[in-house]
């Protein structure tokens, strides 16, 4: 994965969280 995909996991899981 490339951070840029990282980074769209990243606020999808906080959404998730929240």
Do not use: G, R
């Not at 951070?3 to 769209?8: A, G, K, V």
């Amino acid at each position: 994965m490339n951070s840029f995909e990282l980074y769209l996991l990243d606020w999808n899981t906080q959404l998730l969280i929240l």
